[in-house]
T-cell receptor, first 113, second 112 residues
Framework: AQSVSQHNHHVILSEAASLELGCNYS??????LFWYVQYPGQHLQLLLK????DPLVKGIKGFEAEFIKSKFSFNLRKPSVQWSDTAEYFC???????????WGLGTSLAVNP | SQTIHQWPATLVQPVGSPLSLECTVE??????LYWYRQAAGRGLQLLFY??????ISSEVPQNLSASRPQDRQFILSSKKLLLSDSGFYLC???????????FGQGTRLTVV
């Protein structure tokens, strides 16, 4: 069965630190990959997505993610985090003809000022 | 642009009472519609999804049901709420080709 694993459940960083959140999926075929963010008290919103082409995708607010097919990974990165990046981050995968998004459990990021 | 209206934002209901949460969407036609429950540390649990009017797929056995009486309306219901039904419920829409989902603001349900 398709699944998504997010390795870090809770991450605490200081401002200006670099961020990398891991995401691995289990599916051998073509995938669409997503990162969503949920800021405190707000609804889920799309951060970035990968469908095809350049495996390094750039999203909003300085985030980027790299699709590494051989590792079945789609890690989220940001070179320098800000306090306003405090949020919960979800990785999701839509594989093949499946109409459903498969979600990771989320990573809670806290950035200390 | 696509928008999702979900209400109410918060709801407190006694055990054994019925439930009806409504979700309507605008700016799209024939979307896939989803009901999720979000719990802290447990991510997003897909409850129901619908690819068209009257077409409902249930993902997990539970005390809840869903209906899609119109193309842009998706309703989550229960005849008798349980304490375990408490949670944060999210409605989402996606395109039939399975691209990204857009989420509503959610309903915080507390069963007392």
């Amino acid at each position: 069965a398709q699944s998504v694993s997010q390795h870090n459940h809770h991450v605490i960083l200081s401002e200006a630190a670099s961020l990398e959140l891991g995401c691995n999926y289990s599916y051998g075929g073509t995938v669409n990959l997503f990162w969503y963010v949920q800021y405190p008290g707000q609804h889920l919103q799309l951060l970035l997505k990968y469908f095809s082409g350049d495996p390094l995708v750039k999203g909003i607010k300085g985030f980027e993610a790299e699709f590494i097919k051989s590792k079945f990974s789609f890690n989220l990165r940001k070179p320098s985090v800000q306090w306003s990046d405090t949020a919960e981050y979800f990785c999701a995968v839509n594989a093949g003809n499946n109409r459903k998004l498969i979600w990771g459990l989320g990573t809670s990021l806290a950035v200390n000022p | 642009s696509q928008t999702i209206h979900q209400w109410p934002a918060t709801l407190v209901q006694p055990v054994g009472s019925p439930l009806s949460l409504e979700c309507t969407v605008e700016g799209t036609s024939n979307p896939n519609l989803y009901w999720y429950r979000q719990a802290a540390g447990r991510g997003l649990q897909l409850l129901f999804y619908s690819v068209g009017i009257g077409q409902i797929s249930s993902e997990v056995p539970q005390n809840l049901s869903a209906s899609r009486p119109q193309d842009r309306q998706f309703i989550l219901s229960s005849k008798k709420l349980l304490l375990s039904d408490s949670g944060f419920y999210l409605c989402a829409l996606g395109q039939p080709q399975g691209t990204e989902a857009f989420f509503g603001q959610g309903t915080r349900l507390t069963v007392v």
